[in-house]
């Protein structure tokens, strides 16, 4: 049971932005160790933010109360986006293998923090 009163605009807007929160996890377990997946990350990242901020400007054009947790969501859908460029700089330098590594883990960890608190947002979990 969603916690707001969502426009029918919303409703599309809301569930494009959850399948692509699943296609961003399933990206992010299988393509977040090289060059190539990187990139790939950085596609469907750039995909859901854009998404996201469409969401974000349906509920706030239906003057429904801004979920108090959405500044984080919002912050760790960027977070994620930043992560994942700045891992694929490090990895395209010579040693950076490591620390690209890092950086993807960074990335992998705030999308889940991300779907976490999107579904609380929405009362699923
Ligand atoms: C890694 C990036 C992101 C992921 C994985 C993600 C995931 C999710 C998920 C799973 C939901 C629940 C959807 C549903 O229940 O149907 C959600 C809701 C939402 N997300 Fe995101 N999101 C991300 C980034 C963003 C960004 C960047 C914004 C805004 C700029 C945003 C704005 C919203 C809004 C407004 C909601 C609905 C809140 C509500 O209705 O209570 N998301 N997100």
């Known amino acids: 049971m969603r916690p707001l009163a969502h426009t029918p605009a919303m409703d599309v807007m809301l569930t494009i932005h959850f399948?692509?929160?699943w296609l961003v996890a399933i990206c992010a377990v299988f393509f977040s160790w090289n060059a190539l997946g990187r990139r790939v990350m950085n596609a469907v990242l750039?995909?859901?933010v854009l998404a996201g901020l469409i969401v974000a400007g349906?509920?706030?054009a239906s003057h429904a109360p801004m979920p108090p947790l959405l500044i984080g969501h919002v912050l760790l859908g960027f977070a994620a986006l930043i992560a994942y460029a700045v891992a694929?700089?490090?990895g395209?330098?010579?040693g950076g293998a490591g620390r690209a590594l890092i950086a993807s883990i960074v990335g992998l960890l705030c999308i889940a923090s991300a779907i976490y608190l999107g579904l609380h947002?929405?009362?699923q979990v």
Do not use: C
Request: proline fraction near 6%; aromatic fraction near 0%; charged fraction near 20%.
């Open 19 to 21: 399948a692509l929160a």
């Open 46 to 48: 750039g995909l859901q």
């Open 58 to 60: 349906l509920l706030g």
């Open 88 to 90: 694929r700089r490090l």
């Open 92 to 94: 395209d330098r010579p």
């Open 121 to 123: 947002m929405t009362g």
